[in-house]
């Protein structure tokens, strides 16, 4: 796994519960064995979703759907342009792009 290409970022996936996965088997051997991002002894998981939830309850706070995903957008373009990522963004902006995705 090279983070430093966008398509193998892009085969990552996020889910609710903070797991992380790929279909790509060596992706996925990267993130499980390698770099262990879902090891629960770390807490990772549970870190990771509850920095997803936080994110839903933020954007929930918007009053209609257009300014969800109008708060989602500038969510999103404040977390890429940042030079100190938050902790899990590559998680944050998985939901943020699935939330705008779906209007």
């Known amino acids: 796994m090279n983070p430093l290409k ?3 970022l ?3 996936k996020y889910y609710g ?3 992380i996965d790929s279909d790509d088997e060596a992706v996925r051997k990267d ?4 770099l262990n991002l879902n090891c629960e002894a ?5 870190n990771r979703k509850a920095a997803i939830e ?6 929930k706070s918007s009053a209609s759907r257009r300014s969800i995903v109008s708060a989602c957008k500038k969510r999103r373009d ?3 342009e940042s030079e100190h990522k938050p902790e899990y963004a590559g998680a944050l902006l998985y939901f943020l792009d699935r939330r705008i995705r779906r209007g």
């Open 42 to 46: 770390a807490y990772l998981p549970q």
């Open 6 to 8: 966008p398509e193998t």
């Open 17 to 19: 519960n903070g797991k």
């Open 54 to 59: 936080a994110l839903n309850e933020r954007m």
């Open 78 to 80: 404040g977390i890429e």
């Open 31 to 34: 993130l499980n064995e390698t």
């Open 10 to 12: 892009r085969g990552i």
